[in-house]
């Protein structure tokens, strides 16, 4: 049941969105620090997804990539952005603090650093990170390590002076978040509270509050208060000895039977802490074994294999790892899987494989 309504509710097995920003508004964020498999976790979603289409929503400005949470990168709607931030930017400084005593970053440092960058992007438009650097530097400001202009930058993001702009050939940069996103709404920290939570069961559920609290960096104690906020908007089942969440709608069904290949740090496994009910860990050691970055491909809401990915001159090389005993049904929705993909890329698809011993669970 878990696997099945999370299939759904993460919109893999029912009817796609139209847009991008439908895609990263429904789910809250999206991880995105590997640029191409967050920008197939849209287009998956999506009813006619391709790179290009997503690709062209972000040039726009119409989903924006930011250190939002944990702290990673995400994709973000514009117009969440701001409530969105002023939520989650404290616990992703503190998750920071640490570090920055010995990079010697304070909160002065931090003041002059946000007016060089804002000014800079002011007068020049989208600037890229090394580009920026330059004009930190002639301001005084030292940022030749990667560490300490990386937490700079963050910093700017967090505290909302900017969030990236379109990418410049194979360059990403930045821009002003006031010209990116000028009519993002904010909201009193409750309502915030209130919003997050909402979306985080409504597209993740079932969802364990510990789930949660991973996903958004947030206390725990804030995360059961958002719960508590919700009353009967939220379902509460146990199963397995276990407490999840739910939106209130109906149970899901089994859906058709499909596969997926998930992009690495795809919402379906990295929004959750517990990803036992997708997820055999000891079938999956041995396919990490052979690479770390290696994705999970997914039959019927379960990880059945593994994927990794090679795209050059318009081909795109996939190596499968799959069970020994995988029927032949199942390989012809993996091969399908496979095939979309290559859509996705408007490429070639070419593929191996290579058996895995421990038979799926």
């Not at 003041?111 to 960058?117: E, F, Q, T």
């Not at 290696?294 to 990880?303: F, T």
């Not at 994927?307 to 799959?322: C, H, P, Q, S």
Request: charged share 25%.
């Amino acid at each position: 049941m878990i696997a099945y309504a999370r299939l759904r509710n993460q919109r893999l097995s029912s009817a796609g969105f139209r847009t991008p920003s439908d895609v990263v508004s429904w789910l809250g964020a999206v991880q995105a620090q590997d640029y191409l498999g967050a920008k197939w976790a849209v287009a998956m979603r999506m009813r006619r997804g391709t790179d290009v289409a997503v690709e062209q929503a972000f040039a726009a400005g119409e989903i924006l990539r930011t250190h939002v949470m944990r702290p990673t990168w995400h994709f973000v709607a514009p117009g969440d952005i701001r409530w969105m931030l002023q939520l989650t930017a404290p616990r992703v400084r503190a998750t920071m603090a640490p570090y920055e005593r010995a990079l010697e970053i304070d909160a002065r440092l931090v003041g002059r650093s946000n007016r060089v960058i804002a000014a800079a992007l002011k007068g020049d438009g989208q600037l890229t990170r090394q580009e920026l650097k330059v004009r930190l530097r002639k301001a005084g400001i030292a940022a030749d390590g990667a560490q300490r202009l990386a937490h700079l930058m963050m910093h700017a993001e967090l505290d909302g002076v900017i969030c990236s702009g379109p990418v410049r050939g194979t360059q990403f940069t930045y821009a002003l978040l006031e010209e990116r996103a000028p009519s993002g709404r904010t909201l009193p920290r409750e309502a915030a509270l209130a919003e997050l939570t909402r979306r985080y069961f409504a597209s993740h559920g079932p969802a364990q509050v510990q789930d949660f609290v991973w996903w958004s960096g947030l206390r725990a104690s804030d995360a059961r208060a958002g719960v508590d906020m919700l009353g009967r908007d939220l379902v509460e089942d146990v199963i397995d000895g276990k407490t999840y969440w739910r939106s209130a709608s109906k149970r899901a069904t089994k859906p058709p039977r499909t596969a997926h290949l998930l992009p690495l740090y795809d919402e379906y496994l990295i929004g959750y802490r517990d990803r036992s009910a997708v997820l055999d860990v000891e079938f999956w050691k041995p396919i990490a074994g052979r690479d770390r970055f290696s994705a999970a491909v997914v039959l019927d809401g379960r990880v059945i294999g593994g994927w990794k990915r090679a795209v050059r001159n318009g081909m795109v090389a996939i190596d499968l790892y799959l069970p020994r005993s995988i029927s032949n049904a199942d390989s012809r929705l993996v091969t399908a899987a496979t095939q979309r993909f290559g859509t996705f890329l408007g490429a070639t698809v070419t593929t191996t494989r290579t058996d895995v011993s421990r038979r799926a669970p």
